[in-house]
């Protein structure tokens, strides 16, 4: 599990939470290529906003956050639960060193 902040630096979080996931995600392609010759894969989600986090935002900052996101809302954990399960079934063998971004849409590459 990598963020949003990762890729696209912090809407709440620090520069170095958003460095350190950065590297999360380097780490991913790097074990990812090292590794898909055993049969091992290693991909990143990299999430946006989760609904867990707003209990340790003020409603100015969710407010806020929901007209960023093209979607208007904050993700469920169970929509992050439904991504790692994909990654980690055999469906999602083909996936390789992959960053799954789950934000809304608030990050498109």
Request: no cysteine.
């Amino acid at each position: 599990m990598t963020s949003l902040a990762g890729q696209n630096g912090a809407i709440v979080a620090s520069a170095h939470y958003a460095a350190a996931k950065a590297g999360a995600i380097m780490l991913s392609k790097y074990f990812a290529q090292q590794l898909a010759g055993t049969g091992v894969t290693v991909n990143a989600i990299s999430p946006g906003p989760i609904s867990t986090a707003k209990g340790r935002l003020s409603q100015e900052q969710v407010t806020r956050i929901e007209k960023l996101v093209p979607i208007g809302r904050f993700a469920e954990a169970s929509e992050m639960a439904t991504a790692v399960a994909l990654l980690a079934s055999d469906q999602g063998g083909f996936f390789v060193g992959a960053t799954l971004d789950l934000n809304g849409g608030l990050f498109m590459h």
